[in-house]
């Protein structure tokens, strides 16, 4: 596998949990600490993880983890363990769908919302082969990444660092940005093409670059 290929992995894994982090730190009491213990959070977990993940493959000359694990003494319980350690996260993804609906339809009801997504999760689970897990951590940074993209333009350079106001949510909301929303397109595209013609560039970088670029773009011819 290429290293940038492999680095589009390791980018796809806190970069799928973006989304839902302002489910929770929008609690926060001021947006400097909510910066950084998102920072330091992601930082210090996703280091220790990788860290430790490479450690065993290139010590202990591990290659599947999950057989590894399962022949220790007591290994399936260690599985079980980590298994309801995972559901949260479960819970965590439909909520945080289910806002995002329902910030799109402010007046449907959030319970609607949250049946959907499980149900479409649970049918999702039972259908794709965990051979396919890599594609589906691709796909999950071909979605992500470009729409990071298009939020950094958004607030740095189209807003200026100004603050979001509450009305701009739920029953006030302003129409779709098409502009934005065709940045993201593109920035998809990006990374679809550089994983399936030129893997070994990384799609990452590239996609990410594109869509803050397209959006910045997109947005001043508007102005004109």
Partial sequence: MPLLLALDLVIVMPISWWPLISDYNRFAKKAKSAFLGTVAGYTISNTWFYVLGAALVMLLGIKDIIASIAVLF??????????????????????????SFQNIFPKTRQWKFIVLVAGIGIALAMSV????????????????????????????????????????????????KLGNVIAWILGI?????????????????PSFAASFVFSVLINRLKKK
């Fill in 74 to 99: 007591f290994g399936w319980v260690a599985l079980i363990l980590i298994l309801v350690d995972e559901t949260d996260n479960c819970f965590a993804d439909i909520y945080s769908a289910a806002v």
């Fill in 129 to 176: 082969p965990l051979a396919e897990y890599e594609s589906f951590l691709l796909m999950i940074g071909a979605l992500f990444v470009p729409l990071l993209g298009v939020a950094s333009a958004e607030f740095f350079v189209n807003r200026g660092r100004s603050s979001i106001a509450l009305e701009e949510f739920y029953e006030k909301a302003k129409a779709v």
């Fill in 189 to 205: 595209a990006v990374y679809a093409s550089v994983v399936t013609l030129v893997p070994e560039l990384g799609a990452s970088l």
